[in-house]
């Protein structure tokens, strides 16, 4: 905890500080602020504390269903392992917006959540660099995911020497090295005030921008240009062509095609046999696809627009506009690190037996379960066309055999 604690006095929307905190407790503040700062604050708490904590929580604990089931799903280890570590990097994401979304308003709007936490402030200024952190991790996580299954479905042949567990324990690591890297001047960019607002004079301490974030060129370079290219348009560029590519390979190719690029990637794994069917697997990369781009492209056109608020006078838009579309976009961010779980429920079959059996009970022999393959009683319904076609072959060699012996003479007593 710092020695001196700098005194903030809150005026409204000339305040360099009103863009990260414009709200103090509610016994002060419709008497002190404007009427449309009195909104956002009702907006702020709809937004943070009824939507966003809850989403929060349930994320929390899909994201911790889902790498405990993953975990015991022994399908392709690599592609496991990149799973588990996006699962991870959800939930340090989560957990860091607990406390910079919904607990942070609570601090200021609820006297008794207040007088427990006094020095929730000096933790928000962590967690607010952890959340760069770990979001950056999970942004370049589903691009290495995206990479890897590029490679399975597009160059089968080559994907046993390129994709190996090394490697990819190595690719990971590199990205949260890099992201920890990338990201240190975020720790720097917040600093514990003690707002003062009148008429009433009620103070507390707040989390606030330091000089540094305030400062133009650093606003421009790391803020603007850097995060933007390393935290938005370049993950969603490689998604985008990848997945395009992808998709375009698994629409054109004839099923021995496929069938091959499942062998190999069976062969990476060590395993004999094939993974799930294409279309599954297509089924799931397009939800991931459309949960990045609708989650993650609103931060980068705020971005731009937080630039040209910055440097042009004329731009209509104001600070209090990009408090209102900051909110929005931190709330679709954290709806992206949260709905992971729904889009392995509804595009993975094995996955939702795999947690059926896990909650419930489960079909089936446990080995088969572990081991990746289909229970039991729904194994019939994974016959490949070959066996199909063999089993009609017999059955139509014994209808002809049997329909010849008909015709003969019955046997002389």
């Known amino acids: 905890m710092p020695a001196e604690v700098e005194n903030v006095s809150l005026t409204g929307e000339d305040d360099p500080l009103f863009n990260m905190t414009i709200i103090m407790d509610s016994e002060c503040s419709n008497h002190s602020l404007p009427r449309h700062y009195s909104a956002f604050n009702q907006f702020k708490i709809i937004v943070d504390v009824y939507i966003a904590l809850p989403l929060c929580l349930l994320g929390i604990i899909g994201n911790s269903v889902s790498f405990y089931i993953i975990g015991c799903m022994k399908g392709n280890p690599n592609v496991n392992f990149q799973l588990r570590a996006l699962a991870l990097a959800d939930i340090g994401y989560l957990i860091s917006c607990l406390f910079i979304q919904p607990l942070r308003i609570l601090y200021f709007f609820n006297e008794t959540f207040y007088t427990t936490f006094r020095n929730l402030p000096y933790a928000e200024i962590y967690f607010w660099a952890c959340a760069a952190t770990t979001q950056t991790i999970s942004v370049w996580l589903v691009v290495l995911i995206t990479c890897g299954r590029y490679l399975a479905i597009c160059h089968p042949l080559q994907v046993k020497r390129l994709v190996t567990k090394f490697r990819i324990q190595a690719a990971v690591g590199s990205i949260v090295l890099a992201s920890i890297i990338f990201n240190l001047p975020t720790w720097f960019d917040m600093k514990v005030y003690k707002w003062v607002q009148p008429p009433c004079n009620k103070t507390r301490l707040g989390a606030g921008e330091t000089l540094l974030y305030l400062n133009p060129i650093y606003q421009l370079v790391y803020k603007t240009i850097l995060c933007t290219l390393c935290r938005t348009f370049l993950p969603l560029l490689f998604v985008l062509v990848l997945n395009i590519r992808l998709l375009r390979s698994l629409r054109t190719s004839p099923p021995e095609d496929e069938e091959m690029s499942l062998q190999a990637e069976s062969a990476c794994a060590g395993r004999s046999k094939p993974r799930p069917p294409a279309d ?134």
């Open 280 to 413: 599954q697997l297509t089924s799931l990369i397009v939800g991931i696809i459309v949960l990045f781009l609708c989650c993650e492209t609103p931060d980068f056109v705020s971005r731009l627009l937080h630039m040209m608020q910055m440097y042009s006078r004329d731009f209509s838009v104001t600070v209090l506009h990009l408090a209102y579309l900051g909110s929005i976009i931190n709330l679709l961010l954290t709806f992206n690190s949260s709905a992971n779980f729904l889009v392995y429920c509804l595009a993975g079959k094995r996955f939702r037996e795999m947690m059926r059996h896990v909650i419930c009970g489960g079909v089936g022999d446990d080995r088969d379960m572990a081991s990746g393959k289909t229970p039991t009683s729904t194994r019939s319904t994974y016959l490949s066309r070959d066996t199909i076609k063999d089993h009609g072959s017999m059955l139509f060699r014994f209808l002809s055999r049997s329909k010849s012996t008909s015709h003969e003479s019955p046997p002389v007593l």
